[in-house]
């Protein structure tokens, strides 16, 4: 069965301090990976997502995944945090034909960022 | 354009008790999913939909039902609450074809069982 696991539960930061969120999936064939984000009290919004071409993948406020095929693993960056990155962090993956259907969930991790 | 809606927000129940989670999404939206969210185990999927008039088992389907009353609403039932279903419960939709994989979510249910 497919698997995603979020190595860091929580991560505390300073403000200005970089960011790397691992995620490793276990699934041998073609995925579609995603990194949500979910603010305090609100839903999960999308962060960023990859499904082809280019292994580095920008999303929005600044962050950025890279997908290593060979390692699977998609982990998530930011080189300067802000104290508005608090939030919980889901890593997710969409794999294989007929499972387009149904995203994977990693754990989540929470990231604490301090000013 | 609302994107997903959830009622209610919030609900108290005593075990045994029973009620239905509304969701509802207005993107002409294919697919429609249900999931709970528990400290530590991220986003567990419940029963999704693919397409109106289909209900499949996810992860976790034991103690609930759901119903795709139409394109728009797919309902989340618990005939008798337990403990154990304590969660705050998320709706997500998905369109086909394009953007496969990509989930929208609702802001989320949270349900506390006594």
């Known amino acids: 069965a497919q698997s995603v696991s979020q190595h860091n539960h929580h991560v505390i930061l300073s403000e200005a301090a970089s960011l790397e969120l691992g995620c490793n999936y276990s699934?041998?064939?073609?995925?579609?990976l995603f990194w949500y984000v979910q603010y305090p009290g609100q839903h999960l919004q999308l962060l960023l997502k990859?499904?082809?071409?280019?292994?580095l993948v920008k999303g929005i406020k600044g962050f950025e995944a890279e997908f290593i095929k060979s390692k699977f693993s998609f982990n998530l960056r930011k080189p300067s945090v802000q104290w508005s990155d608090t939030a919980e962090y889901f890593c997710a993956v969409n794999a294989g034909s007929g499972g387009y259907n149904k995203l994977i969930f990693g754990a989540g991790t929470r990231l604490a960022v301090h000013p | 354009n609302a994107g997903v809606t959830q009622t209610p927000k919030f609900q108290v129940l005593k075990t045994g008790q029973s009620m239905t989670l509304q969701c509802a999404q207005d993107?002409?939206?294919?697919?429609m999913y249900w999931y709970r969210q528990d400290p530590g185990m991220g986003l567990r999927l419940i029963y999704y939909s693919a397409s109106e008039g289909t209900t499949d088992k996810g992860e976790v389907p034991n103690g609930y039902n759901v119903s795709r009353l139409n394109k728009r609403e797919f309902s989340l039932r618990l005939e008798s609450a337990a403990p154990s279903q304590t969660s705050v419960y998320f709706c997500?939709?998905?369109?086909?074809?394009?953007?496969?994989?990509?989930?929208?979510f609702g802001p989320g249910t949270r349900l506390t069982v006594t």
């Open positions: 990859y499904f082809s071409g280019d292994p």
């Open positions: 699934y041998g064939g073609t995925v579609n």
């Open positions: 993107m002409n939206h294919n697919s």
């Open positions: 997500a939709s998905r369109a086909a074809g394009l953007g496969r994989g990509e989930q929208y």
